[in-house]
């Protein structure tokens, strides 16, 4: 079945203990990226990746950072999470960065005490 | 000021109802306009692409106006598994990054 995943799906965490959520697509896509979702701003993009190797900024950036060693993967890192980041997190993936349609995987759901 | 607008709602409506929403952007060398709908705590997916001439798939009719930089989505008939979240999404205009408007909450009741 053609998908994205991510794990965990829910997470509880202290302010400052480093954690990576991680993101998987098995349908070759060339585009992935990370977005957050929070009441009364919608989805934002925090970084996305044209290929592997290639990752850039999207509009909320600060506190995370990505990498994109293979094509399937692209983790989203939070070196030191703060309450601010507490949020919904989906990755997305699609053929190419002007592909019509993103396929969103399920959702990662962080809280950061 | 947001880039995309939407009336967050909620349209609350019986079923059998036809509803529309608009959806306004800022950027006018925006190139690719979408809909997509989101169930409560689950991921979006893609309702329809908006086309120039407008399109149409079953229930659901979207509309694109440049000059004015809007676009809608009418749905008819609505059921009630209608309900749901629908996110106007914008592309282009020199930038890989779509920008989401914030959604429009729909809420179909018997």
């Known amino acids: 079945e053609a998908q994205v995943t991510q794990n965990p799906r829910y997470l509880i965490t202290v302010t400052g203990k480093k954690l990576t959520v991680t993101c998987s697509q098995n349908?070759?896509?060339?585009?992935m990226s990370w977005y957050r979702q929070d009441p009364g701003l919608g989805l934002r993009q925090i970084y996305y990746?044209?290929?592997?190797?290639?990752?850039d900024k999207g509009d909320v950036p600060e506190g995370y950072k990505v990498s994109r060693k293979e094509k399937r993967n692209f983790p989203l890192i939070l070196e030191s999470p703060s309450p601010n980041q507490t949020s919904l997190y989906f990755c997305?993936?699609?053929?190419?960065?002007?592909?019509?349609?993103?396929?969103f995987g399920p959702g990662t759901r962080l809280t950061v005490l | 000021r947001k880039e995309v607008e939407q009336d967050p709602g909620p349209f609350n409506v019986p079923e059998g109802a036809t509803v529309a929403f608009n959806c306004t952007y800022s950027?006018?060398?925006?190139?690719?306009f979408f809909w997509y709908r989101q169930d409560c705590r689950k991921e979006p997916k893609l309702l329809m692409s908006?086309?120039?001439s407008g399109n149409e798939d079953g229930r659901f009719t979207a509309q694109l106006n440049r000059a004015s930089q809007y676009i809608s989505l009418l749905i008819r008939d609505s059921k009630l598994s209608d309900s749901a979240t629908y996110l106007c999404?914008?592309?282009?205009?020199?930038?890989?990054?779509?920008?989401f408007g914030r959604g429009t909450s729909l809420i179909v009741h018997p």
């Open positions: 999404v914008v592309k282009g205009g020199g930038s890989y990054i779509p920008t």
């Open positions: 997305a993936s699609s053929p190419g960065a002007h592909s019509n349609e993103q396929f």
């Open positions: 349908m070759n896509h060339e585009y």
């Open positions: 908006v086309y120039s």
């Open positions: 990746s044209m290929n592997v190797e290639v990752t």
């Open positions: 950027n006018s060398a925006s190139q690719s």
